[in-house]
């Protein structure tokens, strides 16, 4: 029994699942350190299941007797870790993968996922993101992922914090388009008068906005500033009713470069959708925006592309730590989208500031402080709006010179890394010279909302 003991004791643990986020605690895996991701999938149809397989390289950070992936629905069919079968178990949306060989800390693995994919999957959120996941279209599909439906897509480690490169590559029929986030490494015409697309992002990528659709699209290429490639993706039905908004992104390219430095990314661009989603989406380097965002005026048209390519800056290429951090992401978006409609005269920033001031309170009793959000109403007035008044403040408390060092400095040191909402407090009072602590975690995180400096 001694002997028996002492084995058990030195073997390599099994995978814990689930980081403990304190939204959703039961998203992401610890134990490893995923360093790529390679997807492969064989497009049909609309609404047509798929072969697919998920190539999902790490790091063991622990030793591992089983480790967990986040994976929803689909049809299994096989899983090897370096090349060798491994045993599997579903429960929930967790796939807990037993190797044939224990896994050592800090030994570096490759687990292939190979499955059926169905390309209907969604779920249902009763917030601003009412449904995420699979979105078909009537010739093909858009995803998205937001807040954490990847898992319906592919096998992954799927919180924001977790994010890591990617590589996609889709085959389709020949009359067929397919874009995802990345740059375009190659199209080659296959057997069965099909066509196989191989997209690259170096960049680290987190899981709920990695960017695929697959439709009848017209893509456009130009150039931005500083020599950007870009990249619109619109329906080839559309292409004439968004054609005056799709050719303002290098100007608000060079409007967001001037406040908050060089834009992260090797490329950008837009893609218009077949959907009538309430909501676009940041996907990384190709923001989705649905068809009737370009569809209607001038100022509501403008606003949803600035907020969608503040977030490449502000949630993609520093990402949030914990969902609790939205508010760094979602704030931001909407902070330049509002600063960039008073510079265009559309609205008037202190009197909208004002306005939003008014409903504060009420918001922080329904959705929770800034900082402090609740479920299911993730993604609320509070998250939006009700950041940005944070922002405000302290833009009033240091000045516009200062807070727009604080700004740049956060986008450079946090680049390709995810960080809190004590880091941002942190470098705020670093960069300002002055302890902001108090002032923020107030603002942030108190149940009544603090007087507004300046008024």
């Not at 299994?76 to 060798?84: M, P, Q, S, Y």
């Not at 893509?219 to 950007?228: I, K, R, S």
């Not at 520093?318 to 989208?337: C, I, K, M, N, P």
């Amino acid at each position: 029994m001694a002997l028996a003991l002492a084995l058990i004791l030195i073997a390599p643990p099994a995978h814990a699942a689930g980081l403990g986020d304190p939204i959703f605690p039961n998203d992401g895996n610890t134990g490893y350190r995923v360093t790529h991701y390679a997807l492969d999938f064989a497009w049909q149809a609309t609404k047509k299941p798929f072969e697919a397989t998920a190539t999902v390289e790490a790091e063991a950070t622990q030793g591992l007797s089983s480790f967990t992936l986040d994976f929803a629905g689909n049809q299994l069919r096989e899983v090897t870790v370096d090349g060798a079968a491994a045993t599997t178990k579903r429960t929930g949306d967790k796939l807990t993968v037993t190797p044939a060989k224990a896994l050592a800390a800090q030994q570096r693995f490759t687990a292939t996922v190979r499955y059926t994919a169905d390309p209907t999957l969604q779920r249902r959120r009763s917030d601003a993101i009412s449904v995420y996941g699979w979105i078909p279209t009537p010739d093909g599909t858009v995803v998205y992922p937001q807040p954490n439906g990847a898992r319906l897509i592919f096998p992954n480690n799927d919180h924001p914090s977790q994010k890591a490169p990617i590589s996609i590559t889709i085959s389709t029929p020949a009359d067929i388009t397919a874009v995802a986030t990345g740059t375009l490494k190659s199209r080659t015409a296959i057997a069965g008068n099909r066509v196989r697309w191989s997209y690259d992002s170096p960049q680290p990528v987190a899981t709920q906005l990695v960017g695929l659709a697959i439709g009848k699209f017209t893509v456009t290429n130009g150039t931005g500033p500083n020599g950007l490639p870009l990249r619109d993706v619109v329906p080839t039905d559309l292409v004439q009713q968004v054609e005056k908004y799709r050719t303002r992104t290098p100007g608000h390219l060079e409007w967001m470069e001037k406040r908050v430095g060089k834009y992260p990314f090797d490329n950008y661009g837009i893609l218009v959708a077949h959907t009538d989603l309430g909501v676009a989406l940041e996907t990384q380097t190709l923001s989705m925006f649905p068809e009737g965002d370009l569809a209607g005026s001038e100022s509501s048209a403008e606003k949803d592309m600035i907020h969608e390519l503040a977030h490449q800056w502000f949630g993609n290429s520093v990402t949030v730590r914990q969902w609790s951090d939205l508010w760094l992401s979602e704030g931001h978006a909407q902070f330049y989208q509002r600063l960039f409609a008073a510079e265009k005269g559309w609205e008037n920033l202190e009197s909208k500031m004002r306005e939003i001031y008014s409903q504060h309170d009420s918001w922080r009793s329904t959705y929770g402080p800034p900082a402090k959000p609740t479920e299911p109403k993730l993604f609320s007035r509070m998250v939006y709006d009700g950041s940005v008044l944070v922002l405000y403040a302290l833009r009033q408390k240091v000045g516009a010179a200062t807070f727009e060092k604080i700004e740049r400095a956060w986008v450079a040191q946090y680049r390709d890394k995810a960080a809190s909402t004590a880091d941002y407090i942190a470098l705020a009072s670093r960069e300002s010279g002055t302890d902001l602590t108090a002032f923020l975690r107030a603002w942030l995180y108190d149940a009544k909302t603090p007087p507004m400096p300046g008024w």
